[in-house]
Structure formats: structure tokens, C-alpha cells
């Protein structure tokens, strides 16, 4: 699954990433977050009415057409996307790419559960935005909050863990190469299907300290590699 995210990129740094010339207003103004939970705000590429892309916001939580609140529904998995009431029409009409610079999995171990950091490992190529990212393949709904708002929801689609992170976890977040955006967002259902699940993707991680646990704490430190237990000790001699 995915319950957890980081995005930390400038709006205009993933707009030059994906040579975005259409940014919102509420996806400009987000600020760096290390550890996006559900609920929160966050940024959508998606079509616009003018044949473009924009970059745009929207709450994480599916909510469906008859939904009367609530926290929405965070994931899809890809194996029911398409025949499931809640994502069928989303996914026909309404497929998005959430832009990331990684996401954390909690691995079960005899000590608890421990957390990793997930990233692509190929290096964004950009100038100016260095650093990892990957693009999770999302769904949207529009809504209306408690004050008539009109509001975007988005759930990020699941799909069996790669190879490189199936003995951390066997679920995990859809991810694919820019070069398929086009057919993820404007093919047909079949087409979308046919991206699925983690094609021509590969992998890098770490394992990160249990800080990143609760929801209140945020900032850089929760991604750096957690040191091993010599590691520390040496460390600590000097």
C-alpha cells in the first residue's frame, strides 16, 4: 500500500522536470512536506480544458460521488480499478500522476516494524532540481467541502511489490516513466491497463529512523539513512 509519502520539490522544480507550463495557484503555494499522510493537500498533474497539463492540487482521499465526507479512500488497487463503483468512472475519466521524491513502507521484524525510504534510483536529470523522484499513478474526483469549496480528491493506485522492495512489503505505489504520461492520462482504459503495475521501473532504498512514525513530526532528517548499530558506535568515539 501506500499511507505515506515525501514531497519536498518546488512546484516550479517538477513543472521543469516535466516541462509543465501550467501551475495553480494552491500547488504553487504548497509547502516542502517529509511526511504527507492522508488528508493532507497534494499535488495532481493532470489535463486541463485547454489540452494541456497542469500542475494542481487535491486533498489525498478518494471521495466518491456519494460520499458525504470523510477521510476518502487513499488507494485503488490496479487489480479492481476498473470494475470497482468507487474508481470505475475516475479511472475511466479522470487519471492523474502524483509527482514525489519518494515514499515510505514499514517492514515487519522481530523488533516492530521498521520504516524504509523508497525512491527511484535514477537521478532526475533536470537542471536546477537535483535529486530522485517518482511519479505515482492517481485517480480524481471532484467534491464540494463542508463550506462549498469545490475540492479534488485523489487516490494513488496499488499494485504487487516489485523486485526490489517485495521483502519489505508485497504492496506498493504504481510508478511509471514520464514517457508514458500521455498514455496513462489521455488513453483509453485499456491503454491505462496496460501500464500497469510497475513497468520498466527500478529501485533504491534505506531503511530510516521510526521518527517518521508519527504524522507530527516533518523535516529533512526523516529520510537520512538510519546508521547501523557499528556504525553508531563508531561515531560515537570521536
Known amino acids: 500500500m501506500c499511507g505515506r509519502f515525501v514531497a519536498f520539490s518546488s512546484a516550479d522544480a517538477i513543472a521543469d522536470r516535466l516541462a509543465l507550463q501550467v501551475i495553480s495557484d494552491g500547488a504553487r503555494m504548497l509547502p516542502p512536506n517529509w511526511n504527507v499522510a492522508p488528508t493532507n493537500m497534494i499535488r495532481i498533474v493532470k489535463p486541463d480544458n485547454e489540452g494541456n497539463e497542469i500542475l494542481d492540487v487535491a486533498k489525498w482521499g478518494l471521495l466518491t460521488p456519494w460520499a458525504k465526507g470523510g477521510t476518502g479512500i487513499i488507494n485503488a488497487r490496479v487489480e479492481t480499478v476498473a470494475e470497482k463503483p468507487a474508481f470505475a468512472k475516475a479511472f475511466t475519466n479522470r487519471r492523474c500522476i502524483v509527482p514525489v521524491d519518494g515514499y515510505y513502507e514499514w517492514q515487519k521484524t522481530h523488533d516492530g516494524k521498521q520504516p524504509w525510504f523508497i525512491t527511484s534510483s535514477e537521478p532526475v536529470e533536470a537542471v536546477g532540481s537535483p535529486g530522485y523522484a517518482l511519479y505515482f499513478a492517481g485517480i480524481y474526483n ?97
Open 142 to 238: 471532484g467534491s464540494d467541502d463542508n463550506r462549498n469549496v469545490a475540492t479534488l480528491t485523489v487516490a494513488i493506485l496499488t499494485a504487487a511489490a516489485a523486485p526490489d522492495v517485495v521483502a519489505i512489503h508485497h504492496r506498493m505505489p504504481v510508478s511509471f516513466q514520464p514517457r508514458f504520461f500521455e498514455q496513462w492520462l489521455y488513453g483509453t482504459p485499456d491503454d491505462a491497463l496496460a501500464l500497469l503495475p510497475n513497468a520498466d521501473q527500478q529501485f533504491t532504498k534505506w531503511e530510516v529512523s521510526r521518527e517518521v512514525n508519527s504524522v507530527h513530526n516533518n523535516g529533512a532528517q526523516l529520510i537520512e539513512p538510519l546508521l547501523s548499530e557499528p556504525e553508531a558506535q563508531e561515531l560515537t568515539l570521536f
